[in-house]
């Protein structure tokens, strides 16, 4: 599930910087999300628009009035302030194993570190959780009480790019930037660095304590960045366990270096897909790349898939001409209604431009449109195209197979099969029959209110604190 690094998933709430003291709380629920929708824009064709909805209210949900959290406990943070040498050498150790899901790099090893910290810890169930794919890590904590909590874990990260780094991705060093000291490695804040953080903390309370104040399910993947394709394997082993859990958590980095805090209620859905072009019956070389002279007679496979791409959006890229690609989205509910406009009002849109990288959002959106496009639009981006001759200097051929990985991210109401066939159906119908699709993975949106238990019990220990 890719949260932190999708400026499209769910915004839920905002607080407030009161005291830049971190939160050493647990994170965020990972069983929610916001759903998402969007505005239509000038040059959308009048057969296939994007949905438009409104915010009809002005009601602002407001989560300072959440009661904060009561309970002191002075010993637990004495001893974390104290043994906060080992913490930091704890988060090192997860970033300097490399777990690349794509590469099928150090996996084993990272989630055999992963349960071998468990047992540790005290976790009475510590095991690997063999699937199709890599494998998942299941833990329990028994500690007698009444509720149980299930947390969510990703152990993978993404591939690296070594000269795009100011230190080695690897390496978990501590740098000084312009956020102070810090430690730098792929993983650091998605997600090694967070959950791992969270084991600490829950190294502290059994140091101190003797036990948990709850029993605690975790239920790790290795293939997130993957899309989860084996996830239901695990979830499958351990279902009967897991329905008996009180809620779900997912351990992720909240804080913002203002030291204000935000809560992620959901995560959109996804469909992953590959689309291939290449020679056949249809036309193009079959076998291998010919010459490209040879285009004056013969069809090119690259050039192909570039128009069944190009046939998937309007020209600016940005409304999706599949049709019935947007039937299912519901509009805002109240409850999301006023959320919304309480993140309006934290939104800092130069900061979210200079996170993106980018000089401006589609049309110029900002504040409160902008935030409606990204929860309830689906989207239909490509990740990446390739195809013939790449390298230095010139080789002029025709090459028999072009290949792009695309991805659309769901809103709740939308299927990733339905979306599929949908895509399917509308190249069959503009002539690229003979273009090939693969299914990678896909799941649904997932979406909690702000008014459930799990979700109030995490605002009120935010309160406690960011109070003063």
Same mark, same amino acid.
């Given at each position: 599930?890719?949260?932190?690094?999708?400026?499209?998933?769910?915004?839920?709430?905002?607080?407030?910087?009161?005291?830049?003291?971190?939160?050493s709380a647990i994170a965020a629920c990972a069983a929610a999300v916001l759903p998402f929708a969007a505005l239509t824009h000038a040059d959308a064709?009048?057969?296939?628009?994007?949905?438009?909805?409104?915010?009809?209210?002005?009601?602002?949900?407001?989560?300072?009035?959440?009661?904060?959290?009561?309970?002191?406990?002075?010993?637990?943070?004495?001893?974390?302030?104290?043994?906060?040498?080992?913490?930091?050498?704890?988060?090192?150790?997860?970033?300097?194993?490399?777990?690349?899901?794509?590469?099928?790099?150090?996996?084993?090893?990272?989630? =055999?570190?992963?349960?071998?910290?468990?047992?540790?810890?005290?976790?009475?169930?510590?095991?690997?959780?063999?699937?199709?794919?890599?494998?998942? $890590?299941?833990?329990?904590?028994?500690?007698?009480?009444?509720?149980?909590?299930?947390?969510?874990?990703?152990?993978?990260?993404?591939? $690296?790019?070594?000269?795009?780094?100011?230190?080695?991705?690897?390496?978990?060093?501590?740098?000084?930037?312009?956020?102070?000291?810090?430690?730098?490695?792929?993983?650091?804040?998605?997600?090694?660095?967070?959950?791992?953080?969270?084991?600490?903390?829950? =190294?502290?309370?059994?140091?101190?304590?003797?036990?948990?104040?709850?029993?605690?399910?975790?239920?790790?993947?290795?293939?997130?960045?993957?899309?989860?394709? *084996?996830?239901?394997?695990?979830?499958?082993?351990?279902?009967?366990?897991?329905?008996?859990?009180?809620? $779900?958590?997912?351990?992720?980095? $909240?804080?913002?270096?203002?030291?204000?805090?935000?809560?992620?209620?959901?995560?959109?859905?996804?469909?992953?897909?590959?689309?291939?072009?290449?020679?056949?019956?249809?036309?193009?070389?079959?076998?291998?790349?010919?010459?490209?002279?040879?285009?004056?007679?013969?069809?090119?496979?690259?050039?192909?898939?570039?128009?069944?791409?190009?046939?998937?959006?309007?020209?600016?890229?940005?409304?999706?001409?599949?049709?019935?690609?947007?039937?299912?989205?519901?509009?805002?509910?109240?409850?999301?209604?006023?959320?919304?406009?309480?993140?309006?009002?934290?939104?800092?849109?130069?900061?979210?431009?200079?996170?993106?990288?980018?000089?401006?959002?589609?049309?110029?959106?900002?504040?409160?449109?902008?935030?409606?496009?990204?929860?309830?639009?689906?989207?239909?981006?490509?990740?990446?195209?390739?195809?013939?001759?790449?390298?230095?200097?010139?080789?002029?051929?025709?090459? *028999?197979?072009?290949?792009?990985?695309?991805?659309?991210?769901?809103?709740?109401?939308?299927?990733?099969?339905?979306?599929?066939?949908?895509?399917?159906?509308?190249?069959?119908?503009?002539?690229?029959?003979?273009?090939?699709?693969?299914?990678?993975?896909?799941?649904?949106?997932?979406?909690?209110?702000?008014?459930?238990?799990?979700?109030?019990?995490?605002?009120?220990?935010?309160?406690?604190?960011?109070?003063?």
């Open positions: 599930m890719n949260a932190q690094e999708d400026l499209s998933m769910t915004i839920a709430m905002t607080l407030p910087p009161r005291n830049p003291r971190a939160v064709a009048p057969a296939q628009e994007r949905p438009r909805f409104t915010i009809e209210t002005a009601q602002v949900y407001d989560p300072s009035e959440v009661p904060a959290y009561a309970g002191e406990h002075p010993a637990i943070y004495a001893h974390i302030d104290a043994s906060i040498d080992d913490h930091v050498a704890a988060l090192q150790r997860w970033m300097r194993q490399p777990s690349i899901s794509a590469q099928n790099e150090g996996i084993v090893e990272m989630a =055999e570190m992963l349960r071998g910290d468990l047992q540790a810890i005290g976790f009475q169930e510590a095991e690997l959780v063999p699937t199709d794919g890599h494998p998942g $890590v299941w833990g329990y904590y028994d500690a007698g009480a009444e509720r149980t909590l299930l947390v969510y874990m990703m152990y993978d990260v993404q591939p $690296v790019n070594p000269e795009d780094w100011d230190s080695p991705p690897f390496a978990a060093e501590l740098v000084e930037n312009e956020l102070g000291r810090v430690i730098m490695a792929r993983g650091a804040t998605n997600q090694k660095g967070p959950e791992r953080a969270f084991l600490n903390a829950l =190294e502290a309370i059994i140091a101190t304590e003797g036990t948990l104040p709850v029993n605690i399910m975790i239920a790790a993947e290795g293939e997130e960045e993957l899309g989860s394709p *084996h996830y239901p394997q695990i979830v499958d082993a351990y279902e009967a366990r897991m329905r008996q859990a009180h809620g $779900v958590l997912f351990p992720m980095s $909240v804080q913002a270096p203002d030291g204000g805090a935000s809560m992620l209620l959901g995560v959109k859905g996804i469909l992953y897909f590959e689309m291939e072009a290449r020679g056949g019956a249809w036309g193009g070389p079959q076998h291998a790349e010919i010459h490209g002279s040879y285009k004056a007679i013969v069809d090119s496979p690259t050039l192909r898939l570039v128009q069944a791409l190009a046939s998937l959006t309007s020209t600016d890229g940005n409304t999706i001409r599949v049709p019935g690609y947007y039937d299912g989205i519901r509009p805002p509910t109240d409850e999301e209604q006023r959320l919304i406009n309480g993140a309006a009002r934290q939104r800092d849109e130069q900061q979210l431009l200079q996170a993106a990288g980018a000089a401006r959002f589609i049309d110029g959106l900002q504040g409160r449109e902008a935030i409606v496009e990204s929860l309830y639009m689906p989207t239909l981006n490509i990740d990446g195209i390739w195809s013939g001759y790449t390298g230095e200097g010139v080789k002029t051929i025709l090459p *028999h197979v072009a290949t792009a990985k695309l991805d659309s991210r769901l809103p709740v109401g939308l299927d990733p099969d339905a979306a599929l066939a949908k895509i399917r159906a509308h190249l069959d119908a503009n002539g690229f029959e003979e273009i090939v699709i693969r299914k990678l993975s896909g799941y649904p949106a997932a979406q909690t209110s702000v008014d459930s238990d799990l979700a109030q019990a995490v605002i009120s220990v935010y309160n406690k604190h960011l109070a003063g």
